[in-house]
């Protein structure tokens, strides 16, 4: 889920950059990682050799389970890695709408935590474990593809407020 959220999310930041170019004035890195569950394999890889200067990264958005939102409830785990984000979230989801829950800690056992050990302000996406979690019986029938584009353009809007602060 969180591969195909990405992908939209890619894909709209695309479109904005395209149609608005003098308005977005950062780059965005979008990154799919392999191996978090043996050890953030991927992403400590991605954060020790960098494709640009690593002062240039100076946030990240992971989308980690998000396929099954349920009763509307989406949890933000890393709020307290930047005095930013509260502020961002808060405004989005005004149109987005969510029931929220907000978790400071950016110890997080999933591949944000590269980059927080790195000092980068880290924003996961999530929508709760569940039974099927690396069964399986996690089918695709299963998935919430109406939420999951929610969650799509809810980050895409604090995508683009993090685009256009001037670099």
Request: aromatic residues 8%; without cysteine; proline residues 5%.
């Amino acid at each position: 889920s969180g591969v195909a959220v990405v992908l939209k999310l890619a894909e709209a930041l695309a479109k904005q950059k395209k149609e608005r170019p003098t308005e977005l004035a950062r780059g965005v890195v979008v990154g799919l990682w392999s191996g978090e569950e043996l050890g953030l394999v991927g992403s400590n890889f991605f954060v020790e050799n960098p494709p640009m200067p690593a002062n240039m990264l100076m946030a990240v958005m992971n989308f980690d389970m998000v396929g099954r939102l349920r009763e509307n409830h989406l949890i933000l785990q890393g709020v307290g890695s930047s005095s930013s984000w509260r502020s961002m979230i808060e405004k989005r989801n005004v149109a987005a709408g969510f029931n929220l829950t907000l978790q400071d800690d950016p110890y997080l056992p999933t591949d944000s935590m590269s980059f927080y050990l790195k000092k980068i302000p880290t924003l996961n996406f999530f929508t709760g474990s569940h039974e099927d979690y690396h069964r399986p019986s996690d089918d695709a029938d299963k998935l919430d593809f109406e939420g999951m584009g929610r969650i799509a353009k809810f980050a895409e809007g604090i995508a683009v407020d993090l685009l256009k602060v001037p670099a």
